[in-house]
């Protein structure tokens, strides 16, 4: 059998042919990989796409330069990728080489809606992350894992107020289910587990009519509208303490 193909001109023609073939690919890619890493190739300009509030653009910067190797081809992208999207405030980034020597990093931000647990911040996509804040936020809380479900309801609740009508200052949701929301005139809604959208909207068309005359003169401190024909409200240096509604047992 050997000695049959050793004999076959045609067939050795085409081996050597195959061998050629690989032995020059293989060459063309090393010397490919030895000049994708020569220094000609390096990053030279690193540029930062995208509005950026709180992240320091020369921080994302340095974090490419510094913690990350290799040129225009040869740097790892994914690694990059992941380096930044440990920095504070960052909450998304994207990377590509740009011809010849340029990195474009575009950077979304967390942009902070509220408080979380008064332990973390929560973004608008209901998200937690962890960065120092100055500004006035709301606050939430909640059991673990329901950051996403908080902001939700605060969306919901926030489309429902009119423009004369207070914020909301804190927004709870307890681990039964039942919600609390307290305004930021200091004043608190009980809405419990059940029909929570339907008792909030109720609240808010009860106190454009008659707030004031539920204060009967005094500060409307809380309500309670877990009752299924009205509330229960607590009032604050009026004439006596109100109650309207149902008289039995509030509801869940």
């Known amino acids: ?3 049959s193909v050793w004999n076959d001109a045609p067939t050795l023609n085409r081996v050597s042919t195959l ?3 690989l032995a020059c690919i293989a060459c063309i890619a090393v010397a490919l990989q030895w000049a994708a890493a020569r220094p000609l190739f390096d990053i030279r300009r690193v540029v930062i796409v995208g509005t950026l509030d709180n992240a320091d653009p020369a921080h994302l910067a340095a974090v490419v330069q ?3 190797r290799g040129t ?3 740097m790892d992208l994914a690694a990059a990728r992941d380096a930044l999207q440990k ?3 960052v909450r998304h980034v994207a990377v590509r080489r740009q011809w010849p020597g340029r990195l474009e990093i575009a950077v979304e931000e967390h942009r ?3 408080r979380w647990n008064d332990a973390a911040l929560v973004n608008a996509q209901g998200e937690l992350f962890d960065a120092g804040y100055g500004e006035e936020l709301p606050d939430f809380y909640g059991p673990d894992g329901t950051a996403a479900e908080v902001t939700a309801r605060y969306r919901e609740f926030t489309a429902a107020l009119s423009a004369r009508q207070p914020a ?5 949701r307890s681990a039964r289910g039942a919600w609390d929301v307290k305004l930021d005139d200091g004043m608190t809604v009980a809405l419990g587990r059940e029909q929570v959208g339907e008792r909030w909207n109720r609240w808010i068309q009860v106190s454009e009519r008659y707030q004031d005359r539920i204060a009967q003169g005094g ?3 809380a309500v309670d509208m877990r009752y299924a024909n009205g509330f229960a409200a607590r009032i604050i240096g009026g004439r006596k303490e109100a109650a309207a509604g149902a008289k039995a047992a509030p509801a869940r």
Do not use: D, K, R
């Open 19 to 21: 061998l050629a073939a």
């Open 1 to 3: 059998m050997w000695h």
């Open 112 to 114: 902070p809606l509220a």
């Open 72 to 74: 225009f081809f040869t």
């Open 87 to 89: 920095v504070t405030w």
């Open 219 to 221: 500060q409307l401190a």
């Open 168 to 172: 909301i200052e804190a927004l709870a």
């Open 66 to 68: 510094q913690g990350l």
